[in-house]
């Protein structure tokens, strides 16, 4: 059964780059129908949609995150990533990873991590 | 950018039907999926391509998707279906999330 697992500081800083890593077991990542994404919900808020990727290396992302945003896929580790840059305290969210299916569903996803922007 | 447009909260009484709706651009012509959010726990999808359902979901859900409305639809409402539900489509390979509804079931 596919497991994916997001990790990373639950901190950052202020103008700073949020970094975390998805490992995905059970399953390669090498898959060409399928794509791995990274989705976030702030607070009292509802989920927003960041990026995703394909293994062969084709990116898209949220048009409003104004590309601060980069994910990366690590063939070797069987993980993907996301970067996202010059955060402020609207970026702090639990963070999720996911896989988009070759159905066009998202499933599964990751348990979601709580990273918090401030000084 | 495409936006998708969901009711903030529906009630439903146990054992009747709830309704969820969104609505978006010619949503009819695009895939349209359905996930479950329960406090503490991550996102589940309970139908995707309008109106399949994935297995261990209960077949008291079921979508349909037409015109700019997709729905989602609870029969029979449990307890356990008290969440939030997020519908969600694709716009040229990027995720849209609607911005969810909080269903109450009292």
């Known amino acids: 059964q596919l497991q994916l697992q997001e990790s990373g500081p639950g901190l950052v800083k202020p103008s700073e780059t949020l970094s975390l890593t998805c490992t995905v077991s059970?399953?390669?990542?090498?898959?060409?129908?399928?794509?791995w994404a990274w989705i976030r919900q702030p607070p009292g808020k509802g989920l927003e949609w960041i990026g995703s990727?394909?293994?062969?290396?084709?990116?898209y992302y949220n048009p409003s995150l104004k590309s601060r945003a980069t994910i990366s896929i690590d063939t070797s580790k069987n993980q993907f990533s996301l970067q996202l840059s010059s955060v402020t305290a609207a970026d702090t969210a639990v963070y999720y990873c996911?896989?988009?299916?070759?159905?066009?569903?998202?499933?599964?996803w990751g348990q979601g991590t709580l990273v918090t922007v401030s000084s | 950018s495409y936006e998708l447009t969901q009711p903030p909260s529906v009630s439903v009484s146990p054992g009747q039907t709830a309704s969820i709706s969104c609505s978006g651009d010619k949503l009819g012509n695009k895939f349209a999926s359905w996930y479950q959010l329960k406090p503490g726990q991550s996102p589940v999808v309970v139908i995707y391509q309008n109106s399949m359902r994935p297995s261990g979901i209960p077949d008291r859900f079921s979508g349909s998707n037409s015109g700019n409305t997709a729905t989602l639809t609870i029969s029979g409402t449990q307890a356990m279906d008290e969440a939030d539900y997020y519908c969600q489509a694709w716009d040229s390979s990027t995720g849209v999330f609607g911005g969810g509804t909080k269903l109450t079931v009292l």
């Open positions: 990727m394909y293994y062969s290396g084709n990116t």
């Open positions: 059970g399953g390669s990542i090498s898959s060409s129908s399928v794509s």
């Open positions: 996911a896989k988009r299916t070759q159905l066009w569903s998202i499933d599964p």
